[in-house]
């Protein structure tokens, strides 16, 4: 089963860290991603632009609003993700406290229950 592993950043912390503590966990990410690319499980995996760099999108074709943001009173943001493919939540759960900074950045793991390709309510592996 696919699972997505959200890496939740959170500048306050982040901030707080030493450049040594970043660096770190930054540089940890590799061996994380060796590690389950060595096991197979790997899937994909993406870091994601601070949300200042976003815009947020409503409307339909012909009647479309564009506006910078998000604008959340949220203090967490989804920094990253990766996408792996595990035996079950509890490998899951493993995983997402194998990656580097979790005593610091939590990790949600939640679910994939649909993949382009495969249809709703099927299973998302061939």
């Known amino acids: 089963m696919k699972y997505l592993l959200i890496i939740q950043m959170n500048p306050e912390v982040w901030e707080s860290l030493s ?7 930054a540089s940890g990410q590799q061996g994380f991603m060796d590690t ?3 096991s197979g499980e790997m899937v994909g995996t ?27 009173e949220a203090k967490e943001y989804m920094g990253g993700f990766y996408v ?6 509890e490998r899951a759960h493993e995983l997402a406290a ?7 950045l939590p990790v949600e793991v939640r679910p994939v229950i649909f993949t382009a ?3 709703l309510g ?4 061939p």
Do not use: K, W
Request: hydrophobic share 30%; charged share 25%; net charge negative.
């Open 117 to 119: 390709g495969y249809g």
């Open 98 to 104: 194998m990656i580097p900074g979790t005593d610091r």
């Open 36 to 38: 389950i690319t060595a």
């Open 46 to 72: 993406h870091a994601l632009a601070d949300p200042s760099q976003s815009a947020v999108v409503r409307g339909r074709p012909g009647a479309v609003t564009v506006t910078d943001g998000p604008f959340l």
């Open 84 to 89: 792996v493919d595990c035996d079950g939540p």
């Open 122 to 125: 099927e299973p998302d592996t």
């Open 19 to 25: 450049d040594d503590e970043r660096n770190e966990i």
